[in-house]
């Protein structure tokens, strides 16, 4: 299995900058993707970005490409989510989450950090 912690998350005004982190411990020798979720009040679950085991691999949401860049460092089990010119309707609870993988999966992750609150003010 894989643990996973956010931070990072907070406050911000619109046009900001905001780094969120995951940190992964466990059963982390083994090749995994992490990506990156959000989700609204009122809104389902959504997509955000997702990176391979090597990082060589990325994949973003549409919402969020030329502002969001999703990257790890794998010495330090930790995979980052850079998240700039930030609107208000990027507010949300922003959630990591683990599968094993080689590739980039949008979907079946099966390990889930326990959320991270973004802000942005107008």
């Known amino acids: 299995q894989v643990q996973l912690v956010e931070s990072g998350g907070g406050l911000v005004q619109a046009g900001g900058s905001l780094r969120l982190s995951c940190a992964a411990s466990g059963r982390t020798s083994s090749n995994y993707a992490v990506g990156w979720f959000r989700q609204a009040p009122g809104k389902e679950r959504e997509f955000v970005a997702a990176i391979s085991w090597s990082g060589g691999l990325t994949d973003g949401a549409d919402s969020v490409k030329g502002r969001f860049t999703i990257s790890r460092e794998n010495a330090k089990q930790t995979v980052y989510l850079q998240m700039n010119s930030l609107k208000p309707e990027d507010t949300a609870v922003y959630y990591c989450?683990?599968?094993?993988?080689?590739?980039?999966?949008?979907?079946?992750?099966?390990?889930w950090g326990q959320g991270t609150q973004v802000t942005v003010s107008s």
């Open positions: 989450a683990a599968r094993y993988s080689n590739y980039v999966p949008r979907y079946n992750y099966d390990y």
